[in-house]
């Protein structure tokens, strides 16, 4: 059981590394929108505090 829970946590870190990617693009638009950036941020580091606590905590 706990390896299903490992690759939930995984797809999960895999989801916060494809909106690091938008972010990252967003930043590199000629007129980037620095207010979509910072909520996709915010949802980043939600992403990232759930896979740790899921993956790390037994």
Do not use: H, W
Not at 29 to 53: A, I, T, V, W
């Amino acid at each position: 059981m706990a390896d299903l829970f490992e690759r939930k946590s995984l797809k999960l870190l895999a989801q916060a590394g494809q909106t690091l990617n938008q972010i990252v693009g967003e930043g590199l638009c000629d007129e980037p929108q620095k207010d979509l950036m910072r909520r996709m941020l915010m949802e980043l580091r939600e992403m990232l505090g759930e896979f740790e606590k899921a993956y790390f905590e037994d």
